[in-house]
């Protein structure tokens, strides 16, 4: 029966039911597929109720053609085109800092390491 379908072929649907990880379609009278949740639509789906309900016209690709098991993958995301990614922030300049004595900020063992020496001379 899903020897007619093959991966890459998009073809409108009906959303038959819903479940918690993704959608079944009709996608003629006799066969249907699965719209797993991760391919619902771009970006992250906490729930497939707020995208789809049941009777709704989609468009589907079908990504997948399992026919030993009679099963057919379908996205529905991949028949819309991605979002544009919102243009990268400049980044603010970093405050720069100038050391107003030796003691301030990080210094190296090795700067440090007489100064250590000669204070625990002293004591």
């Given at each position: 029966?899903?020897?007619?379908?093959?991966?890459?072929q998009?073809?409108?649907?009906?959303?038959?039911?819903?479940?918690?990880?993704?959608?079944?379609?009709?996608?003629?009278?006799?066969?249907?597929?699965?719209?797993?949740?991760?391919?619902?639509t771009?970006?992250?789906?906490?729930?497939?109720?707020?995208?789809?309900?049941?009777?709704?016209?989609?468009?589907?690709?079908?990504?997948?053609?399992?026919e030993a098991?009679?099963?057919?993958?379908?996205?529905?995301?991949?028949?819309?085109?991605?979002?544009?990614?919102?243009?990268?922030?400049?980044?603010k300049?970093?405050?720069?800092?100038?050391?107003?004595?030796?003691?301030?900020?990080f210094?190296?063992?090795?700067?440090?390491?007489q100064?250590?020496?000669?204070?625990?001379?002293?004591?």
């Amino acid at each position: 029966m899903t020897n007619k379908f093959e991966a890459g072929q998009i073809i409108d649907g009906k959303v038959t039911g819903i479940q918690p990880y993704g959608a079944f379609v009709a996608l003629d009278e006799e066969n249907q597929g699965l719209v797993h949740i991760s391919e619902i639509t771009h970006g992250y789906v906490k729930d497939i109720n707020e995208h789809l309900t049941v009777g709704d016209d989609v468009k589907v690709k079908v990504m997948n053609v399992d026919e030993a098991r009679n099963k057919v993958s379908l996205s529905i995301r991949a028949t819309e085109e991605a979002p544009k990614k919102p243009a990268a922030r400049a980044k603010k300049p970093q405050a720069t800092f100038q050391q107003e004595n030796d003691t301030a900020g990080f210094n190296t063992l090795k700067d440090k390491l007489q100064e250590w020496i000669d204070q625990s001379e002293k004591k």
